[in-house]
């Protein structure tokens, strides 16, 4: 099998909530390579989104799960059904995030403790817990994972707040389980995109000015797009990137290198 072929292999995909989700643009490079799909779905109301997404996408026989990472006993059960149906995984991607509305519209500082747990609970250490119950499936396959970070993990982005806290835990959880899990073969990584409007980011107080700005400064002068973030996640959860791993690798368009 070539290095980017990725057929017999599965891979889980979190996070898909319509078609402009940056977990859909890696979804669909996951498979256009081959890899039957797993997507899961918090509430039932994103099921049908899903079904409707696999069917206009042709998806091979993909495999729909409700997962609820607050849920330990629905996340036992997702891996339990993934291992009855799909025997092992090879690929897992995590594309969570959620902060309260409030903890984003108001200053850093006024951050409650609520609000801080909602959102490194959920954003970050989501992605523990995912690989507590992924790895046993990954042993013996070369498997690997992703992360979806942000420039505010590393710089102090306005509006960006708690998020940006929580996205510092992800990438240091990252780099964490790529030093444990490799011994076992299995890679971790994160992609640290440019901004780009999906559901959760619209939700960021002045989104739409960061936007405009990453396109007039970034080296490639414009946005980046679902196809370069799901090639991306492609490149990193398939044999072309072996020797990678705990790097989180800018998808940006250059916004990240430049200084002023």
């Known amino acids: 099998m070539a290095a980017n072929d990725l057929t017999g292999k599965n891979a889980i995909v979190l996070g898909v909530a319509n078609h402009r989700s940056i977990a859909w643009g890696i979804a669909q490079a996951l498979a256009a390579r081959g890899a039957?799909?797993?997507?899961?779905?918090?509430?039932?109301?994103?099921?049908?989104?899903?079904?409707e997404l696999a069917t206009e996408a042709n998806l091979d026989n993909p495999l729909l799960l409700p997962l609820d990472v607050n849920d330990d006993a629905q996340m036992d059960a997702a891996f339990d059904v993934v291992r009855k149906e799909m025997g092992g995984i090879d690929a897992l991607?995590?594309?969570?995030a959620f902060a309260q509305r409030?903890?984003?519209?108001?200053?850093?500082?006024?951050?409650?403790r609520e609000g801080w747990r909602v959102a490194l609970e959920v954003s970050a250490y989501s992605l523990v817990a995912l690989a507590k119950r992924a790895t046993p499936l990954m042993e013996g396959r070369q498997g690997a994972m992703i992360a979806l970070s942000y420039l505010?993990?590393?710089?102090?982005?306005?509006?960006y707040n708690v998020m940006g806290s929580a996205k510092a835990a992800l990438e240091?959880?990252?780099r964490q389980l790529a030093l444990e899990l490799?011994?076992?073969?299995?890679?971790?990584?994160?992609?640290?995109a440019g901004p780009i409007a999906t559901l959760s980011a619209r939700?960021?107080?002045?989104?739409?000015?960061?936007?405009?700005d990453a396109a007039e400064k970034a080296p490639l002068k414009r946005n980046v797009t679902l196809e370069d973030i799901g090639r991306a996640g492609y490149f990193l959860l398939s044999d072309l990137s072996s020797g990678i791993t705990g790097e989180t690798i800018y998808v940006d368009c250059?916004?990240?290198i430049v200084g002023v």
């Open 93 to 96: 991607a995590h594309c969570i």
């Open 102 to 112: 409030e903890d984003l519209e108001g200053a850093f500082r006024d951050t409650g």
């Open 172 to 174: 240091q959880c990252v």
């Open 182 to 192: 490799g011994p076992l073969g299995i890679r971790v990584n994160c992609i640290s």
């Open 36 to 51: 039957r799909l797993c997507l899961t779905y918090q509430g039932d109301r994103f099921r049908p989104t899903l079904e």
């Open 254 to 256: 250059g916004y990240n």
């Open 152 to 159: 505010a993990a590393e710089r102090a982005v306005p509006n």
């Open 203 to 212: 939700g960021i107080s002045g989104f739409a000015r960061m936007v405009g």
